[in-house]
């Protein structure tokens, strides 16, 4: 059995109803009002099955990548862990800078006044 | 990296833009069942069939036929055709459909971002935390020095003696300091180089599927789907109303044919002008779908990198961001053209 790609059945009606256009145009003033409404009728049929077969199907592929999508979602929370353990990191280097900065304005205050005169 | 930076400022920018298509997945079928024309002129020929149903329903009795007063027929196909709400066909509610392509970008745009935060070489910016703790470890160590200078002072003569000398404290601050940096930087190097690859690595076959998705549903059911089907509806309309003007009674006796001819043109140009909307927003969805193939492109060089043991070097690093941040900024420069537009 030959796999047919279901996207291309809404495309293969589009045309059909561009083939009806093309038609309805090239014969345009020669029409009775009927015949011309026919044609859009005919066109409009055409164009909302596919319409419709096409959003059916965008339905199906969105249900189908629900599981690709949840692994993705891991691996952003992979890649979190790893920028709040950085983040982590950061404030640690800065709580270090800051004690030592403390331990250096401890050390000039315990410095011994010498008495003047 | 400078690069960097910028693709993730024209992230942020593309990001804000990018509803702008899942949101026209609804107002596509809105305009959509709009141009069902109304009669603008009395014609010789009575109507006398029944009236366009899209499912080609003309024939079907009961529920199923469609008004043929022009009026009623738009509010009948929105129902139906927009809003899912067909008597006999179970179709999508297309106000659906958008949120929830908005969504599945949403997690493509959240990863990518992640992606270039774990990348970027200046996260967080921990080479300044250094310098802090570089600069506060020899404040202590020339602190320290001048206490025990001050201590020598014979003027002071009960003042204990230092325990530990200025040298003895510089070299403990300094081996605190390495120790850090030696920690930090293999955390850096290693745990930086692993997430990455576990990321692409393991991601890849999803992405490639979940972005594979977007471009199914924006070039096949927007672009070649909605889009092509109001373009249509559209010209229709249009054509009806130039037909109905052409071969309308006045123009043919001949009579004020001035002020047909500029109904027409009128009529001509107000055509022109949503046909060069429909083109925009056409030429925007092609921009999104080139922001996907570049990522796309991307990802896969990375992952075969990876893949074979190698890592990725700054210029390939640099020429994927590069490729990225053209697509991205085509896509901000459509949007914006779109806008200018829309707002005209």
Same mark, same amino acid.
């Given at each position: 059995?030959?796999?047919?790609?279901?996207?291309?059945?809404?495309?293969?009606?589009?045309?059909?109803?561009?083939?009806?256009?093309?038609?309805?145009?090239?014969?345009?003033?020669?029409?009775?009002?009927?015949?011309?409404?026919?044609?859009?009728?005919?066109?409009?049929?055409?164009?909302?099955?596919?319409?419709?077969?096409?959003?059916?199907?965008?339905?199906?592929?969105?249900?189908?990548?629900?599981?690709?999508?949840?692994?993705?979602?891991?691996?952003?929370?992979?890649?979190?862990?790893?920028?709040?353990?950085?983040?982590?990191?950061?404030?640690?280097?800065?709580?270090?800078?800051?004690?030592?900065?403390?331990?250096?304005?401890?050390?000039?205050?315990?410095?011994?006044?010498?008495?003047?005169? | 990296?400078?690069?960097?930076?910028?693709?993730?400022?024209?992230?942020?920018?593309?990001?804000?833009?990018?509803?702008?298509?899942?949101?026209?997945?609804?107002?596509?079928?809105?305009?959509?069942?709009?141009?069902?024309?109304?009669?603008?002129?009395?014609?010789?020929?009575?109507?006398?069939?029944?009236?366009?149903?899209?499912?080609?329903?003309?024939?079907?009795?009961?529920?199923?036929?469609?008004?043929?007063?022009?009026?009623?027929?738009?509010?009948?196909?929105?129902?139906?055709?927009?809003?899912?709400?067909?008597?006999?066909?179970?179709?999508?509610?297309?106000?659906?459909?958008?949120?929830?392509?908005?969504?599945?970008?949403?997690?493509?745009?959240?990863?990518?971002?992640?992606?270039?935060?774990?990348?970027?070489?200046? %996260?967080? +910016?921990?080479?300044? =935390?250094?310098?802090? #703790?570089?600069? /506060?470890?020899?404040?202590? &160590?020339?602190?320290?020095? $001048?206490?025990?200078?001050?201590?020598?002072?014979?003027?002071?003569?009960?003042?204990?003696?230092?325990?530990?000398?200025?040298?003895?404290?510089?070299?403990?601050?300094?081996?605190?300091?390495?120790?850090?940096?030696?920690?930090?930087?293999?955390?850096?190097?290693?745990?930086?180089?692993?997430?990455?690859?576990?990321?692409?690595?393991?991601?890849?076959?999803?992405?490639?599927?979940?972005?594979?998705?977007?471009?199914?549903?924006?070039?096949?059911?927007?672009?070649?789907?909605?889009?092509?089907?109001?373009?249509?509806?559209?010209?229709?309309?249009?054509?009806?109303?130039?037909?109905?003007?052409?071969?309308?009674?006045?123009?043919?006796?001949?009579?004020?044919?001035?002020?047909?001819?500029?109904?027409?043109?009128? %009529?001509? +140009?107000?055509?022109? =002008?949503?046909?060069? #909307?429909?083109? /925009?927003?056409?030429?925007? &969805?092609?921009?999104?779908? $080139?922001?996907?193939?570049?990522?796309?492109?991307?990802?896969?060089?990375?992952?075969?990198?990876?893949?074979?043991?190698?890592?990725?070097?700054?210029?390939?690093?640099?020429?994927?961001?590069?490729?990225?941040?053209?697509?991205?900024?085509?896509?901000?420069?459509?949007?914006?053209?779109?806008?200018?537009?829309?707002?005209?």
């Amino acid at each position: 059995m030959t796999n047919i790609d279901p996207f291309q059945i809404p495309n293969a009606l589009m045309e059909l109803a561009d083939d009806v256009q093309n038609f309805r145009v090239r014969f345009g003033t020669q029409l009775t009002v009927n015949q011309r409404r026919t044609l859009n009728t005919r066109e409009n049929a055409l164009r909302g099955v596919s319409v419709s077969l096409s959003a059916l199907i965008t339905h199906d592929a969105i249900d189908r990548i629900t599981e690709p999508l949840a692994q993705l979602g891991e691996a952003i929370d992979e890649a979190d862990e790893f920028l709040m353990a950085v983040e982590s990191l950061r404030q640690a280097l800065g709580t270090i800078a800051r004690v030592l900065n403390l331990a250096s304005s401890i050390i000039t205050l315990m410095t011994p006044v010498t008495p003047v005169g | 990296m400078a690069k960097i930076r910028e693709f993730s400022t024209l992230s942020n920018q593309a990001k804000e833009r990018f509803p702008a298509i899942a949101g026209d997945f609804y107002r596509s079928c809105l305009r959509r069942v709009q141009y069902v024309p109304v009669s603008p002129l009395p014609s010789s020929e009575e109507p006398t069939i029944a009236i366009s149903s899209d499912l080609g329903e003309v024939n079907n009795p009961g529920s199923t036929v469609i008004s043929e007063e022009p009026l009623a027929q738009r509010i009948e196909l929105k129902k139906r055709f927009c809003d899912g709400k067909h008597p006999e066909q179970e179709l999508p509610d297309l106000q659906e459909i958008g949120p929830h392509f908005t969504r599945i970008n949403g997690v493509v745009v959240s990863y990518v971002e992640k992606l270039g935060l774990v990348a970027d070489p200046n %996260l967080t +910016n921990l080479d300044a =935390e250094f310098d802090t #703790l570089g600069a /506060s470890a020899n404040n202590v &160590a020339s602190s320290a020095r $001048g206490l025990f200078l001050a201590t020598q002072q014979p003027s002071v003569p009960n003042t204990p003696p230092a325990v530990i000398s200025p040298e003895q404290l510089t070299g403990k601050v300094d081996a605190v300091v390495n120790i850090f940096g030696f920690v930090t930087e293999l955390f850096m190097e290693g745990e930086r180089r692993e997430v990455l690859e576990t990321m692409i690595v393991g991601s890849n076959a999803d992405f490639q599927e979940v972005l594979d998705s977007l471009e199914l549903i924006v070039d096949n059911f927007y672009i070649k789907s909605l889009l092509r089907a109001e373009e249509a509806a559209l010209d229709q309309t249009y054509q009806e109303y130039i037909t109905a003007l052409e071969t309308s009674d006045t123009f043919r006796s001949g009579s004020d044919v001035i002020s047909v001819t500029n109904h027409l043109i009128s %009529l001509d +140009n107000s055509w022109n =002008e949503k046909k060069e #909307l429909i083109q /925009s927003r056409r030429e925007l &969805a092609q921009a999104y779908i $080139g922001v996907l193939d570049s990522l796309s492109g991307g990802h896969t060089l990375l992952f075969e990198i990876f893949t074979n043991g190698e890592t990725p070097t700054e210029q390939q690093v640099q020429s994927i961001v590069d490729e990225n941040s053209a697509a991205l900024k085509n896509f901000i420069d459509k949007s914006k053209a779109l806008n200018n537009k829309e707002i005209q």
